[in-house]
């Protein structure tokens, strides 16, 4: 039953959550704002169309909507989508979860570069600032649960486990590290904002522009996918009660990631987004909370 239920959270979750957030932002600026299936809707729309390339563009361009889709599917398979288990676990599946995502992120910016713009490639000399930043978080978070829990693997690592002051500041550090990262790599409000048209401030839209029809559409799921996973590790890092049963567990799990993407909606509703040269500064913010994390588990190893 697990398992059938991490595949139907795969399959529903990701167009709800970027429905929620969407109608969450809409309702606060006083409008009705889109369905939340919309997501849904337009994939359908986009895989019916016929995708046009530019003669600049070599098969790169053409790989790159691909990779993106798969390595997105490839970390989604390593954590808990409902909860309770993984689709797969393995010793260090945190290792293959952050190169699934750095590898999809590679696909992106060189499609974007293949194009041979200009404009892309500054939409993706970005991507890669931010993402130096990235990387280390989550390696230094991991690190900090597998510290504290002894555990190798990522649906083992998440179990909260408040059994101390150091275990609390980690909990607390790892949460706030983990939702910078879905900021930077969902490209949501502070970092980036998905709904600009303001060429000197776009940084992940500027590198679909030349992407059409059915690759565009494996760009927006596999985006939304990333966006459902990221949630989906905070979510379970809070769920008190991963030790229930699996629909209770289920239950609760799919509540907190409603709960965050609602957050979400109200941080971009309400917070401007950030000008470039803070973005770094702000990313650093997520850096300091896993070391801070880290460093709380090794004081606390160090003293035992």
């Not at 993706?124 to 931010?130: G, H, K, L, Q, V």
């Not at 980036?192 to 060429?199: A, G, N, Q, R, S």
């Amino acid at each position: 039953m697990s398992i059938a239920l991490d595949i139907l959270a795969l399959l529903i979750m990701p167009v709800v959550l970027v429905g929620v957030i969407n109608r969450v932002k809409s309702l606060w600026a006083g409008r009705r704002g889109p369905p939340i299936l919309q997501l849904a809707f337009d994939l359908v729309r986009l895989a019916r169309k016929t995708p046009v390339y530019s003669t600049t563009t070599t098969p790169v361009f053409r790989l790159g909507p691909v990779v993106v889709l798969i390595t997105a599917l490839a970390s989604a398979c390593v954590v808990p989508l409902a909860g309770d288990h993984a689709l797969v676990a393995f010793a260090y599946d945190f290792v293959w979860f952050a190169y699934a995502w750095g590898f999809g992120r590679v696909a992106l910016m060189l499609a974007a570069l293949d194009t041979g713009s200009s404009f892309e490639g500054m939409g993706a000399s970005r991507e890669a600032t931010f993402a130096t930043l990235l990387e280390p978080i989550l390696f230094l978070v991991a690190g900090a649960l597998s510290l504290h829990t002894g555990a190798r693997s990522f649906e083992d690592l998440l179990v909260p486990q408040l059994d101390g002051g150091p275990a609390i500041v980690m909990w607390v550090a790892s949460v706030i590290a983990l939702l910078v990262v879905i900021q930077v790599e969902a490209a949501r409000m502070p970092i980036d904002d998905p709904t600009t048209h303001l060429e000197l401030t776009m940084v992940h839209e500027v590198m679909i522009l030349d992407h059409s029809g059915p690759e565009l559409a494996m760009l927006n799921a596999g985006s939304a996918i990333k966006l459902f996973v990221g949630v989906s590790v905070v979510a379970r890092l809070l769920n008190p009660l991963t030790d229930g049963g699996v629909l209770v567990t289920a239950a609760v799990h799919a509540a907190l990631c409603l709960a965050i993407a609602i957050a979400i909606g109200l941080t971009e509703s309400l917070i401007a987004r950030l000008k470039l040269r803070v973005i770094p500064q702000y990313t650093v913010i997520g850096l300091v909370a896993g070391g801070i994390a880290l460093l709380s588990m090794l004081g606390r190893v160090g003293h035992g």
